[in-house]
């Protein structure tokens, strides 16, 4: 094989003839010629050297496992989309990273003494108000919702406890919640 003068070779020229023989030389040829490109492109996204220089050789291990299932047809264009990419989900990676630290470090964190307060009146209120609805139920409703809801049982533990058919408990406890709601939402 010659490879002098490859160095003069188009991109399309290198990228046929690795297609052709499978010789990892030509591709190394071409990312010679947009290594430091790429690297400064994966800086510019990433805004930190190691980051980038890690990114720069994923990028080439993903060119050499990827060119040949896709029709390059301009292979300047084809791998600064590459890059871009690659960079573009690494940046979604560590903001995912990130919201989980954020929500962790929110969730874990104990509430104050105020904030404490004002969680327990919220929900004492919330229990008093779903209370009274539940009192403005009918019977059958009531009784349905608070077995299925409040003590987990199943519909058929329900038919059994209340001598209601099981079309019957699906009915009651369907519309009791949708009543449920209706006199919550004029609570407020």
């Given at each position: 094989?010659?490879?002098?003068?490859?160095?003069?070779?188009?991109?399309?020229?290198?990228?046929?003839?690795?297609?052709?023989?499978?010789?990892?030389?030509?591709?190394?040829?071409?990312?010679?010629?947009?290594?430091?490109?790429?690297?400064?492109?994966?800086?510019?996204?990433?805004?930190?050297?190691?980051?980038?220089?890690?990114?720069?050789?994923?990028?080439?291990?993903?060119?050499?496992?990827?060119?040949?299932?896709?029709?390059?047809?301009?292979?300047?264009?084809?791998?600064?989309?590459?890059?871009?990419?690659?960079c573009l989900?690494?940046?979604?990676?560590?903001?995912?990273?990130?919201?989980?630290?954020v929500n962790?470090?929110?969730?874990?964190?104990?509430?104050?003494?105020?904030?404490?307060?004002?969680?327990?009146?919220?929900?004492?209120?919330?229990?008093?108000?779903?209370?009274?609805?539940?009192?403005?139920?009918?019977?059958?409703?009531?009784?349905?919702?608070?077995?299925?809801?409040?003590?987990?049982?199943?519909?058929?533990?329900?038919?059994?406890?209340?001598?209601?058919?099981?079309?019957q408990v699906?009915?009651?406890?369907?519309?009791?919640?949708?009543?449920?709601?209706?006199?919550?939402?004029?609570?407020?």
């Amino acid at each position: 094989m010659n490879y002098k003068n490859s160095q003069e070779l188009t991109d399309e020229t290198l990228l046929q003839r690795f297609k052709a023989d499978g010789n990892s030389h030509w591709i190394g040829i071409l990312f010679d010629r947009y290594a430091i490109l790429l690297l400064g492109m994966c800086m510019k996204y990433l805004k930190n050297e190691e980051d980038a220089r890690d990114s720069v050789q994923q990028i080439f291990l993903k060119v050499l496992a990827d060119i040949n299932k896709h029709e390059v047809q301009f292979f300047r264009a084809w791998i600064y989309q590459v890059t871009r990419n690659h960079c573009l989900m690494q940046l979604r990676q560590k903001q995912q990273v990130r919201q989980e630290e954020v929500n962790e470090t929110l969730l874990g964190a104990p509430a104050g003494p105020e904030e404490d307060k004002n969680t327990f009146v919220e929900k004492d209120k919330m229990l008093e108000n779903m209370q009274e609805a539940l009192e403005q139920l009918n019977e059958e409703q009531r009784s349905c919702v608070k077995l299925f809801y409040l003590q987990k049982m199943s519909y058929q533990d329900i038919v059994t406890a209340t001598g209601y058919n099981l079309q019957q408990v699906k009915s009651y406890i369907q519309n009791g919640k949708r009543n449920l709601k209706l006199i919550l939402s004029k609570q407020g």
